[in-house]
C-alpha cells in the first residue's frame, strides 16, 4: 500500500523493557521524522533524518534511539522504556527540497507503559 | 528555542463560523500551516500559506497572516459537526537546515448542534 504506515498501532509494555516502533513509507522521501504527542505540548521533535544514514536529534530525544539504514524505513527504539514515555508517537515523512515541504503522517502508535 | 502557541479550546454551533488563533515567535519563518487530526487519527494537511502572502481561501478555509504580528488565523466557514477536530498550527524556518516544522500545541474545536 502506499503512503506511510506505522506499526504496531497499540502497544503496552513495562518499565525497563525495550521497544521499538516502526515507520515505512513508499514515496522515497528524503526526510522522515519522528514526533510525540502529549496533552498540552502538541507535537514535538524527537529525532530526524535527512537521508539514509543521516539522523539527527529534534527538541526531545533522551531515551530514544533511531537508525536509516533504508530511506523507507525509519524505526524509533526506546532502550529502556520509562512512564513518561507513555505517549502517541507520529512518524512522518517529506521531501524536504525547497518550497512548502509538506509533512505527511502515518497514523500514529500509541505506547502505554506500565 | 521559537514557540507556536493556540488556545487550546474553542466550541461554535452548527453553521457558524470558527476562527482558530495562532501566534509564533520565528520572524524568519517562511511557511505556516494548518494541521487538522480527527480522533484516533494521524494529521492531515488542511492548507499552508508563504510569509510573503497576507491571505489564503480554500472553499470553506480562510487563512490570514499578519506577519507584522506574527498572527495566523484560520476560518472555517459555515462550521459542520464533522470539523470537530484538534486544529495544529505550525511554521518552518528559513534559519533551519532541517526541514523540520514547530507546532502548537493543538486547539480542539467542538461544534455543537
Known amino acids: 500500500d502506499a503512503g506511510i504506515t506505522q506499526s504496531p498501532r497499540y502497544k503496552i509494555t513495562e518499565t525497563g523493557r525495550q521497544v521499538t516502533l516502526m515507520c515505512h513509507q513508499t514515496?522515497?522521501?528524503?526526510?522522515m521524522f519522528w514526533y510525540r504527542q502529549d496533552l498540552g505540548h502538541g507535537l514535538r521533535l524527537i529525532y530526524y533524518?535527512?537521508?539514509?544514514?543521516?539522523?539527527d536529534k529534534g527538541e526531545v530525544p533522551d531515551g530514544y534511539v533511531v537508525s536509516r539504514s533504508k530511506t523507507e524505513n525509519f524505526p524509533l527504539t526506546l532502550e529502556s522504556a520509562t512512564r513518561s514515555q507513555t505517549s502517541v508517537y507520529f512518524c512522518?515523512?517529506?521531501?524536504?527540497?525547497?518550497?512548502?515541504?509538506?509533512?505527511?503522517f502515518g497514523a500514529g502508535s500509541r505506547l502505554t507503559v506500565l | 528555542g521559537e514557540d507556536v502557541e493556540q488556545s487550546l479550546f474553542l466550541s461554535v454551533r452548527e453553521g457558524d463560523s470558527s476562527v482558530i488563533n495562532c501566534t509564533y515567535t520565528?520572524?524568519?519563518?517562511?511557511?505556516l500551516y494548518w494541521y487538522k487530526q480527527e480522533p484516533g487519527a494521524g494529521l492531515q494537511l488542511l492548507t499552508y500559506?508563504?510569509?510573503?502572502?497576507d491571505m489564503k481561501q480554500d472553499q470553506r478555509l480562510t487563512v490570514l497572516l499578519n506577519k507584522k504580528d506574527k498572527h495566523l488565523s484560520l476560518r472555517i466557514a459555515d462550521t459542520q459537526t464533522g470539523d470537530s477536530a484538534i486544529y495544529f498550527c505550525?511554521?518552518?524556518?528559513?534559519?533551519?537546515?532541517?526541514?523540520?516544522?514547530?507546532f502548537g500545541s493543538g486547539t480542539q474545536l467542538t461544534v455543537l448542534p
Open positions: 514515496w522515497s522521501h528524503s526526510y
Open positions: 533524518s535527512a537521508a539514509a544514514d543521516i539522523t
Open positions: 500559506i508563504f510569509s510573503n502572502m
Open positions: 505550525a511554521e518552518i524556518s528559513s534559519s533551519g537546515s532541517a526541514r523540520q516544522l514547530t
Open positions: 512522518a515523512s517529506s521531501w524536504g527540497g525547497a518550497g512548502a515541504n509538506v509533512l505527511t
Open positions: 520565528d520572524s524568519s519563518s517562511t511557511y
